[in-house]
T-cell receptor
Framework: KAGVTQTPRYLIKTRGQQVTLSCSPISGHRSVSWYQQTPGQGLQFLFEYFSETQRNKGNFPGRFSGRQFSNSRSEMNVSTLELGDSALYLC????????????FGEGSRLTVL | AQTVTQSQPEMSVQEAETVTLSCTYDTSESNYYLFWYKQPPSRQMILVIRQEAYKQQNATENRFSVNFQKAAKSFSLKISDSQLGDTAMYFCAFMEKGAQKLVFGQGTRLTINP
């Protein structure tokens, strides 16, 4: 069974630009969560999607958004990038039958210059 | 809001030794789950062990075990017979039942030396 796939793995943007990150969950998993990982703030929850609906949202500004498609693939978008958005963005999928058992991707490392 | 605190930023032990990583948390909830996740260098984060708050028995997974003290809101991870492959960042995490949202601690960088 293929794992969680995130694309792109690395990207560099400049302030003010926008970025879209993609996540393909494990086959059969309908829940997709996104986390931001930085050295200063650690791992912070962004949002969770289940069956194309946002079920939970973290404490991030409206510049951070996401969506989930009917095949459970998810995208997150960050608009008007700031230097502080530089981070590793992790996607995790879950079957939701085992609470908290998340399967993480390798992440998308975003650098904002 | 729930918080998770890991007071040991870094730890280092020799191979085959036993090591204990500490974690405390704060919550007013009574139904929740606690987890230890492992993030090896440049590799995906994986679940090590899970504890359900209503279960008094401490969870174990092979060489990994926890000491769950609900009243003290403490959740430590013990790694027995440590191996080089245990070198990683270890994150303690909390999840309110039904929330599907993990709250992570800051992590402990564990190095196993040969």
């Amino acid at each position: 069974k293929a794992g969680v796939t995130q694309t792109p793995r690395y990207l560099i943007k400049t302030r003010g630009q926008q970025v879209t990150l993609s996540c393909s969950p494990i086959s059969g998993h309908r829940s997709v969560s996104w986390y931001q990982q930085t050295p200063g703030q650690g791992l912070q929850f962004l949002f969770e999607y289940f069956s194309e609906t946002q079920r939970n949202k973290g404490n991030f500004p409206g510049r951070f958004s996401g969506r989930q498609f009917s095949n459970s693939r998810s995208e997150m978008n960050v608009s008007t990038l700031e230097l502080g958005d530089s981070a590793l963005y992790l996607c995790a999928s879950s079957a939701r039958t085992s609470p908290g058992e998340l399967f993480f991707g390798e992440g998308s490392r975003l650098t904002v210059l | 809001a729930q918080t998770v605190t890991q007071s040991q930023p870094e730890m280092s032990v020799q191979e085959a030794e036993t090591v204990t990583l500490s974690c405390t948390y704060d919550t007013s909830e009574s139904n929740y789950y606690l987890f230890w996740y492992k993030q090896p260098p440049s590799r995906q984060m994986i679940l090590v062990i899970r504890q359900e708050a209503y279960k008094q028995q401490n969870a174990t997974e092979n060489r990994f075990s926890v000491n769950f003290q609900k009243a003290a809101k403490s959740f430590s991870l013990k790694i027995s017979d440590s191996q080089l492959g245990d070198t990683a960042m270890y994150f303690c995490a909390f999840m309110e039942k039904g929330a599907q949202k993990l709250v992570f601690g800051q992590g402990t960088r564990l190095t196993i030396n040969p």
